[in-house]
């Protein structure tokens, strides 16, 4: 069977994103198929270049299959006429919030924002012009899920026992605890990041591949052949137990 490539949240770090890529190339060639699953942007600086680095990619053909995050949402709402509010964000926080990282991104655009920027209207104007709309278009037309054989790809996770057709985008960009505790089998092994972790981890019923890249931490593919899962570290694969 053809080995599959994840790669997990990227946050802003081109240079990660590109040492991750080189490690899939070594381990399956230049046109490997990798699934992203998100997380494109925020927090890290360099938010503009990863998702022109992915468009180049595309563009060139290569079978690279990208989902949605729930940071991407959040861009996307924020580019609509008038700008638009994630709805699961907490109240009193927005896309500007430190913990968020929306500035970061925008800075990398080039859009000029003072600290503690509450005039959305001149911000969106200047991000409407400084935004390319081939990234608009990346945004609008990036994927909830992808499902291959029994594999499912999602950026954070799915609803337990309840059917594919019946999730809804929220489910897939911004679940937690309750996919978290299921400890029973999912119909699909499920790819997931929005949770970082230490170490990539396996659980038996998910895979969690946000190893942290937004703080600090290595942004580590894996590659899923058959049944077999391994993490793609710096000397090579290592196999994911459960």
């Known amino acids: 069977m053809t080995p599959i490539y994840a790669v997990g949240d990227i946050h802003g770090h081109l240079d990660k994103l590109d040492e991750a890529l080189e490690r899939i190339y070594a381990d399956g060639g230049a046109n490997a198929t990798v699934v992203f699953v998100g997380d494109y942007i925020d927090r890290g600086g360099q938010s503009k270049e990863v998702i022109q680095r992915i468009i180049d990619g595309q563009t060139s053909g290569k079978g690279w299959i990208t989902l949605k995050g729930n940071h991407d949402r959040m861009f996307e709402l924020f580019m609509q006429s008038p700008p638009q509010h994630d709805p699961h964000l907490l109240l009193g926080m927005d896309w500007f919030n430190d913990r968020i990282g929306g500035i970061p991104t925008l800075e990398s655009y080039g859009v000029e924002i003072e600290k503690g920027i509450s005039r959305t209207c001149q911000v969106h104007a200047q991000a409407l012009q400084c935004v390319p709309e081939t990234h608009i278009a990346f945004l ?4 909830t899920h992808y499902l291959i054989h029994d594999t499912l790809f999602v950026h954070a996770g799915i609803r337990p026992e309840v059917p594919l057709k019946a999730q809804t985008e929220t489910d897939f960009l911004w679940i937690r605890q309750e996919f978290h505790d299921y400890q029973n089998d999912h119909e699909y092994m499920v790819i997931h990041g ?43 694969r290592v196999h994911l137990e459960p």
């Open 194 to 236: 929005h949770t970082p972790v230490k170490n990539i981890t396996h659980y038996g019923n998910r895979v969690n591949i946000d190893g942290g890249a937004a703080y600090g931490r290595e942004l580590t593919p894996i590659v899923i052949e058959g049944a077999e899962i391994f993490a793609l570290d710096q000397v090579g």
């Open 140 to 143: 609008k037309g990036l994927k």
